[in-house]
């Protein structure tokens, strides 16, 4: 198993190395949040164990941006014990925290419950249909190497799309990640928002290709068509 730690203190990241290699785990350590993201992406951990406090990147901007493409699942290790910055982490996307100082037993514990875990995700931060290539992480759309803009609702209605490539989703449910449970019967909103995502993306938007419609059930994002 691999994990990536990612702390701006060389004690903790020594230690954990020492702590972590000694029972049979691959560590990978970066020292600011910068280098976590970049080496999530070229390397795929496993796990990722995440301080908040780092240069380059806050943790809460990492776990936003893993969170764009991936479920690899995120521990949290921090000095901050106050209740809100627990909170911002986990509605960030963060799977546990352990608060500074810790046991090295408690945290072993947390990341085998962790590692039971499977993702689902896309886990691949960039996904590419015809001439449009979509950053996860970075939240930036490019077709034919020029930038798309997208609204926010269009641009999560796209993410839950992508990641369940080629899978259908049904209406109800896009309804309700996108607007929330109170929305889930009106699909007005997706017909909106599929015409205008179509117009952007899709190279003849009355004759989709990637965002399809299934009549009577939802859409599906098809990644490779016929």
Known sequence: MKILIADDDPQILRALRITLTARGYEVLTVAD?????NSAIENHPDLVVLDLGMPGLTGIEVIEALRGWTQIPILVVSGRSESFDKVDALDAGADDYVTKPFAADELLARIRALSRRTPTATDEPSVTFGEVTVDLAAHVVTRAGNAVRLTPTEWHLLEVLLHNRDRLVPRETLL????????TTDTGYLRLYLAQLRKKLEPVPSAPRYLVTEAGMGYRFVSDPA
């Open 176 to 183: 309700r990640e996108v607007w929330g449970p109170q929305y």
């Open 33 to 37: 949040g910068r280098a976590a993201l």
